[in-house]
């Protein structure tokens, strides 16, 4: 050996392998690392010859005591996967028996193979092993086998010490993904964030019923993160999440959980909830935002039929919930509709002015134009018109303009100049409460500044400072919260108040508005009375 002679080191391993002295041939692969490229081969080679039994182990040994050199080789990995995929029955004997090393390999190879003959041997490995290393290798590769018989195991795991074990075992849990499985896993949520986002995107990547149902109950959450990540999941899965979100609807007890199903039903856009909302709403929910909510939700959806129900929501006591309804119209436009508004407006008593005044602000456009060429309604729309938010106007104007109805488009020349008012930002990520904003806030006498997207927002307000930030709780990807706490680290509360305006009235979202630096929560519906109360406080 001492001249490391290929043809001597050649036999030598020969008479080695005959006689099954381990010793000796990890004696002569020390060495493989001395000697040409042809030599290694037919070493390895001739290793192969041998019985199974005995080459693996000695395969086993060069990537565990010569890790640098089986990098260099992988013909030495490449020979191990093959001969275990020829006689995959060893594999187990191999992963239990304590004077194998390098089970990171047989582990990892386990894995490859996805050998669910190996779970067993697996499990028992983790039961006697100490090395978290191996540990979380073992948990990994049970999750690629994805033996429902390792599950017990893996939920022990969940409640381990280590962070990165309990994540290996959520992980795994996912890819085994039974029904128990996933019970599991909605069994360990509600004390981590991470963990239970982790949860929840395993929930929306398997999508069996338990999965989405677990998802759907994520909607009452305690959380807004945790709401409007499920809200997000649920909308990316689609129609297949309609059937648990309809029996929803039918949770007259719990006006958040209909109002957040509502705005997910909209969302999805799928006709089948259509009937279902309807029913809601002819149970004349108590909640102003749930009613605001399915208006909202109908005004995404395409009503074939029974349209002329959403009238009824033009004479509701609050004014969102109206402007809801004559999106929804609109949305849903027909000539019955148009006729049954029509009736209502001809009275010109104070429901036909407030239903106009409505129209008006709503910027409903097909409704508001087949209502132009009547008398009637140009009458009470100058009534609401000349005081109206500038853009408004604007509006309306080329409307009239463009249809060639220019009597009516002169009527607006000349009315009420803007002058300079306070700016009042509102950040929501409903078009509609914009809408309202706009009306509102430009009735109480300031410039709305308005905004959809929280990033949006943050971006304008490096650069100015209004008097005040409206904000919504629920909104993806920045909620509420967060766009507080962003705020703080430009503006103190006595330099930019902030005041959250929201349907929810749970103790852990106020808690953290509050730690996050708003000033004072409000709930919807608004209008300009309560609003002006509200921001009277600060203003």
Not at 486 to 491: D, F, G, P, S, V
């Amino acid at each position: 050996m001492a001249d490391l002679n290929p043809q001597h080191m050649i036999e030598e391993i020969q008479d080695n392998i005959k006689t099954g002295d381990a010793m000796k041939t990890q004696l002569v692969l020390s060495h493989l690392g001395d000697v040409d490229k042809k030599t290694q081969n037919r070493l390895i080679y001739e290793l192969t010859r041998g019985e199974v039994s005995f080459s693996i182990p000695q395969l086993l040994y060069l990537l565990a005591d010569h890790a640098a050199l089986a990098a260099e080789l992988p013909i030495i990995k490449e020979t191990l996967i093959s001969q275990l995929l020829a006689y995959p029955e060893l594999l187990s004997g191999f992963l239990v028996n304590p004077k194998i090393k390098g089970k990171q390999y047989l582990i990892q190879v386990a894995g490859e193979l996805r050998s669910d003959d190996s779970t067993l041997a697996l499990m028992e490995l983790v039961a006697g092993s100490q090395d978290e290393a191996e540990i979380k290798l073992v948990l990994e590769t049970l999750g690629l086998i994805g033996d429902p018989e390792a599950i017990n195991l893996l939920t022990d795991y969940l409640y381990a010490a280590n962070r990165d074990l309990i994540i290996a075992a959520v992980q795994a849990l996912g890819q085994v993904g039974t029904p128990t499985a996933m019970h599991r896993l909605a069994e360990r949520m509600g004390t981590d964030n991470e963990l239970d986002f982790m949860i929840l995107s395993i929930f929306a990547d398997v999508q069996d019923q338990v999965s989405l149902e677990k998802l759907n109950e994520t909607l009452r959450s305690h959380y807004a993160h945790m709401r409007t990540y499920a809200k997000q999941e649920i909308v990316r899965i689609g129609a297949k999440a309609v059937p648990n979100l309809i029996e929803n609807l039918l949770r007259d007890d719990d006006a958040d959980f209909q109002i957040h199903t509502l705005n997910v039903l909209g969302d999805i856009g799928d006709e089948s909830a259509i009937t279902s909302i309807r029913k809601l709403l002819g149970r004349e929910p108590k909640s102003a935002n749930v009613r605001f909510a399915a208006y909202e939700s109908l005004a995404l959806l395409p009503l074939r039929k029974g349209a002329y129900t959403l009238a009824a929501g033009l004479t509701d006591k609050e004014d969102h919930v109206c402007m809801a309804a004559a999106r929804a119209i609109d949305r849903n436009y027909s000539d019955i509709l148009v006729a049954g508004i029509k009736n209502l407006l001809m009275e010109k008593d104070d429901d036909a002015r407030h239903i106009t005044k409505i129209i008006v602000n709503s910027q409903v456009d097909k409704i508001f134009m087949s209502l132009a060429g009547e008398a009637y309604f140009q009458e009470m729309a100058m009534i609401y018109l000349p005081h109206a938010h500038q853009d408004t106007r604007q509006h309306y104007h080329a409307l009239l303009k463009g249809a060639g109805m220019d009597d009516f488009a002169r009527l607006l020349d000349g009315t009420e100049k803007e002058s300079v008012k306070r700016k009042i930002v509102a950040v929501d990520d409903s078009r509609m409460i914009l809408n309202i904003y706009k009306a509102t806030l430009h009735e109480l006498g300031y410039e709305p500044v308005l905004f959809e997207f929280p990033a949006s927002a943050l971006e304008w307000l490096e650069k100015e400072k209004p008097a005040m930030v409206l904000t919504d709780l629920n909104m993806p990807e920045i909620t509420g919260v967060d766009l507080t706490a962003k705020i703080r680290k430009k503006y103190s509360p006595a330099e930019l108040p902030v005041i959250m305006v929201t349907t929810q009235n749970e103790a852990n979202d106020n808690k953290a508005a509050f730690v996050a630096g708003v000033s004072k929560i409000i709930q919807k519906p608004f209008n300009a009375v309560s609003l002006k109360a509200a921001m009277a406080e600060f203003i």
